[in-house]
């Protein structure tokens, strides 16, 4: 058995913005999802992760730095939970020995707003925990195991760029790649920050009442067609086209959930007159769509050199409402001296 590791090990970790959603689970234990999704890494939503293993197995420690205030919290035991569940999983898997833990993290954006911050906390404390044990790990594989633990979309987080997870027949397929670096494509998602609120209801939850919506199969019908078409307009860097696909497929995803049982309704009234202005943008030439995950909070999506105007006009059009600006990025890095 490798020797634990004294020092701490610092880890920076992607929320990613999914272009096709992943919403739906054929097997929940093993977190296998019903459909390919497709995701960009973001420049502005990233977390940071230090975690250093202690010889006192009691010790459990997650403190989080609070995104709007800055002070420190201890993690709630919901929160510590999954966390636990990780580093069970994966001590089993490389039978390495139990230790305490101790975990400072940050967010450079509000946590569980619909900004994905589970999957840039899973995929860097994934990637941390086995620097920490001197695991040498490949990507596809960790990507495997961030998929299973506590936010299915880690996966996509930890390659650079533009992300496939591949839904895969079992386990060891359905893994996460990149198919373009973060170069490819000068998109750009400006995150309106609708709201700050926590959400009530995890994805976890919502996966498994997906298939209790009657939209549920006409969205595997979309999908179907959607999936080819976006690896078209893709690979054209066709922004018409490539908006027209990730609209419909984040109103796709919302219409399930809006429908499912018990119903999931995410958007507020800023949701929606959002959508509006997007429509409104695109009127004047803009090609600006919006796309929207498990909150009320609308990404734009855009190419770099409409962002400023975009920018401008959402703060002129909704005064207060603050925004983030992301490029695509490279995805979970270790800090210092070790790396894969
Ligand atoms: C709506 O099970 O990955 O964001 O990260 O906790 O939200 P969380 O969980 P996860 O579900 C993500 C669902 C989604 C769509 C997507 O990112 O593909």
Redesign the pocket.
Known sequence: MKPLSQETVNVTSPA?I?FI???GQRDSSEVLPEND?F?MNLSGCTTSIQLTLTENIETQEVKIRDYATGAINQASPEELAPIVHVFELLRKKYSLHNAGFSINSANSFPKKA?I????SFFSGLVTAFLAAYNVSETERERTILARKS?????ARSIPDGFVWWYKGNEDADSYAESIAGPDYWDLVDIVVLVSKEEKQT???KG?SGAHSSLLFPARQFFLNHAINDIKEAFRNRDIEHFGTIIEADAVS?HSVMMTQDPQLFFWNGTTLDLLRTTLELRSQGIPVYATI??GANVHLISTRSFSEKIINIISTRFPGIDTIYNEPSVGTRIIGNRNY
Do not use: I
Request: no cysteine; net charge neutral; aromatic share 8%.
């Open positions: 990613n999914a959603k992943y919403w999704s995701s619909g994905a911050s589970s999957a506590g936010s299915g979309s880690a995890g994805s976890q996966h995803m995950d498990a």
